[in-house]
């Protein structure tokens, strides 16, 4: 489920509003900034997040059919995480500045910029719903350790 892209979604009922609950109330009981409908077993483009940016002001949303329109800034190589492998944690590059537009559960245009936490987690959750982990990111021998130390949980 978390290794195949996710499908636009094209019905905006009932049913994706409940989605987006169920997200953040599974996002909230991991202790998480950020969760994607995959990581629930639902192929569905939606991510929700709850995270601080560089200021430390706080941001709290969803966007539904997210597409990351810009990533830049300097390269930051920190602590990165995800609910889906856990317990492992790794130094992973991500652009400084991400934006991304998409639309929320009613179908009207959203935009979410930002910066620091934020802009890592717009990039990890962006990349969930195309199928990549953030373990995809690292590179050379810090990979190599990555993927010695995911083959050698309970879980894999
Ligand atoms: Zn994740």
Redesign the pocket.
């Known amino acids: 489920m978390l290794r195949t892209p996710t499908d636009e979604v094209v019905d905006f009922d009932e049913s994706l509003a409940t989605l987006i609950e169920d997200m953040f109330a599974s996002m909230y009981a991991a202790e998480g900034v950020?969760l994607?409908a995959n990581?629930i077993g639902v192929g569905l483009s939606v991510f929700v997040y709850d995270c601080s940016d560089a200021s430390g002001a706080n941001h709290v949303g969803h966007v539904v059919n997210p597409v990351l329109v810009s990533a830049g800034g300097e390269v930051d190589a920190d602590y990165e995480g995800?609910?889906?492998i856990p317990g492992l944690h790794y130094d992973t590059e991500r652009a400084s500045y991400a934006a991304v537009e998409g639309v929320d559960r009613h179908g009207a245009p959203v935009r979410v910029v930002g910066d620091g936490q934020l802009a890592r987690c717009l990039q990890?959750e962006t990349d969930?719903l195309h199928g990549l982990?953030?373990v995809d990111r690292l590179r050379g021998r810090a990979k190599r350790k990555a993927m010695r130390e995911v083959l050698a949980t309970d879980w894999a």
């Open positions: 950020g994607a990581q995800c609910l889906s990890h969930h982990l953030f």
